[in-house]
């Protein structure tokens, strides 16, 4: 016995003790409907040989009459048994899904800070049906297999004793074949799920990441790590197709030899007294009941038997560990790529009549949009939610393609092939920030291609406001568990990897969200001494007076200035800026934590 069906067999016990009366009302209706197996050889036997060969049609007429009414009626206890089924199969399915759904809600309360468990999803459908699938068709199968089975060695003994000994050693040769295949079918079922969840995790944190992954440069390890995971779900379904194969050995063993050898002695069965109508009846038993019963349960077993024992196991004691996913490599071990060449003070970054939609019938985001920002500044843009900061900034990251216009970095369109790695002349930090499995340093110099010393890393820590975070997780080469971080710990670590960065562009787009206005502002005031170009997409109206000038994205409309010009110039920004009054330091404080989002 495996332990998962030590694990098992209490709780299946319970949950049929609970249902008596349906499993009787199962086994009735099972019984009445099965009468037609002993008939169906028994009176094709006496219809044979009390019948037609004694010269007696209307005897033998009526022994078939017998049996066809015995289909008619096996037929009309279907009924009975389907509804029995679902009385059975239903209330596990419903319970499968409460116990995902608490597990699940549980395990969200203990670890709040923790990201949601993306292979819940296939435990709460896939895996839910699978289960219910299954144990319907284990139930259907197995009350079919032992009542056609009664029937029909009830049926051989009556006609002769001998029969059995032709028929049951093949048959129990197939079997344990078969049986001996369960445990190993089962280990494979297991390790095929279990790939199945991790693609499902591998996928979830990839697209979680991906706007990171593509501005970072890191499209083709991101690839190789996922093609991993592929073809280790692929490896586990080779692994249990091999065994399918075994099960199917034992199919043809117990299902085909059986009728080979009782029609190979069929002449000495009739030399020792046989009647023919035995042998006929005894050969529609096994083609007509018996082996295809074994052949229905043998493929329930070898299929949904190991896979509802597998399927079970996981939903009622939950996922095991998340499998982490692969670590970045450290920065240290990349080759290093070509060096862009920029300007001192950071690049040159130019849009010229820029126009971009979301499709060819969409209304533009940016309509004819031109910006200068010159190198060393600090560019902040504004605007209500949805109007285009992010386009703007993943434009100017390449991530995306202008339907209209140009948009050059360091006097060199943005997207066109270089040969060098774009992280080295830019980076975007999203709302979303990206941590990957591995040590604080490893994170924080990903985008190092030379890395950087521990002295390098305590300024830029101490710079963005990271350093408590540092000593609280036991320094920069303490393991890092992703989902263990909060949403504003991730952005404090993937500003301190921008700011460490030797990229002369940083574009932040709302990178400081999740942080408290301090905070924010000892970032953004780090970034801005940063030597370097700085574009952020504001999600505070304190973070445009910081800012050298502003650009407002007002629908089809861009207005550019400083802060005191837009309060003359645009009334859109007078909104969001409101009564506002830098000069009052201590009104400012107040109102920076009360500041309005602007999305």
């Known amino acids: 016995m495996t332990t998962a069906t030590a694990r098992l067999l209490p709780r299946a016990r319970r949950f049929l003790r609970r249902r008596i009366r349906v499993l009787l009302l199962l086994a009735g209706w099972s019984l009445l409907e099965s009468a ?15 019948g037609f060969l004694a010269g007696h049609t209307g005897v033998g007429l009526v022994w078939l009459g017998v049996t066809a009414l015995a289909v008619i009626v096996g037929g009309l206890a279907g009924r009975g048994v389907f509804r029995g089924l679902a009385d059975l199969v239903e209330p596990l399915r419903d319970g499968l899904v409460r116990q995902v759904v608490s597990g699940s809600l549980s395990h969200a309360v203990a670890q709040p800070a923790r990201a949601a468990d993306s292979a819940v999803v296939s435990r709460l459908t896939n895996q839910t049906e699978i289960a219910r ?23 051989l003994l009556s006609l002769a004793p001998q029969l059995l000994l032709i028929v049951l050693p093949p048959l129990a040769a197939g079997l344990l074949l078969f049986l001996a295949t369960l445990r190993p079918m089962a280990a494979r079922q297991r390790a095929f799920l279990q790939a199945d969840e991790d693609l499902a995790t591998q996928f979830g944190a990839v697209a979680e990441g991906l706007r990171d992954v593509v501005a970072c440069g890191a499209q083709q390890r991101t690839a190789e790590r996922a093609y991993g995971v592929i073809e280790g779900e ?74 509802l024992l597998v ?55 940016l309509h004819d949009l031109d910006l200068t920002v010159a190198p060393g500044e600090h560019l902040v843009v504004v605007g209500p939610s949805g109007i285009g900061k992010s386009t703007l900034t993943a434009l100017v990251a390449g991530l995306l393609e202008p339907g209209h216009g140009e948009i050059r970095v360091a006097g060199r369109p943005v997207r066109a092939p270089s040969g060098t790695d774009p992280s080295l002349l830019r980076v975007l930090i999203p709302q979303q920030a990206y941590v990957f499995s591995g ?40 393991p890092l568990d992703p989902g263990a971080l909060s949403q504003g710990e991730r952005q404090l670590i993937a500003l301190g990897r921008a700011y460490l960065s030797p990229a002369p562009l940083v574009l932040l787009d709302e990178a400081t969200c999740h942080l408290d206005p301090a905070a924010e502002m000892r970032a953004e005031r ?5 030597p370097g170009t700085l574009i952020v997409v504001a999600h505070r109206i304190t973070s445009a007076r910081r800012a050298d000038r502003i650009l407002v994205l007002d629908g089809n409309r861009a207005t550019c200035g400083t802060h005191d010009d837009l309060l003359e110039r645009s009334p859109l920004y007078r909104d969001l800026a409101g009564s506002w009054q830098p000069d009052a330091p201590e009104r400012a404080e107040n109102l920076a934590v009360k500041s309005r989002s602007l999305g």
């Not at 037609?36 to 009390?50: E, I, N, P, R, S």
């Not at 299954?134 to 060695?153: D, E, I, N, P, Y």
Request: net charge neutral.
């Open 526 to 530: 780090a970034f801005a001494d940063r």
């Open 234 to 307: 692929a490896r586990a379904a080779r692994q249990l197709a091999r065994w399918a194969a075994v099960r199917c050995l034992a199919l043809g063993l117990a299902g085909q030899l059986p009728i080979l050898l009782l029609l190979v002695t069929a002449p000495w069965l009739l030399r020792q007294g046989l009647t023919p109508g035995a042998v006929l009846g005894a050969l529609a038993y096994l083609t007509q009941s018996l082996l295809p019963a074994l052949h229905t349960l043998m493929n329930a077993l070898g299929s949904a038997g190991t896979r």
């Open 36 to 50: 037609h197996t002993f008939l169906g050889g028994y009176g094709l036997a006496k219809a044979l040989d009390q």
């Open 311 to 365: 399927v079970l196991d996981r939903l009622t004691t939950g996922p095991g560990p998340a499998p982490e996913p692969p670590a970045a490599p450290a920065a240290t071990a990349q080759e290093p790529a070509p060096h862009v060449p920029a300007p001192p003070d950071g690049p040159h970054v130019e849009l010229r009549a820029v126009t971009f939609a979301y499709g060819p019938a969409a209304q533009p985001v």
């Open 439 to 478: 040590t604080l340093r490893e994170n924080l110099l990903y985008l190092c291609p030379d890395g950087a010393s521990t002295t390098a890393l305590e300024a830029a820590s101490d710079a963005v406001g990271l350093a408590a975070l540092v000593r609280r997780l036991g320094g920069f080469d303490a």
């Open 133 to 155: 699938d299954s144990f319907a068709g284990l139930v259907l199968v197995a009350r079919s297999f032992v009542f056609t089975a009664a029937g029909a060695v009830l049926g």
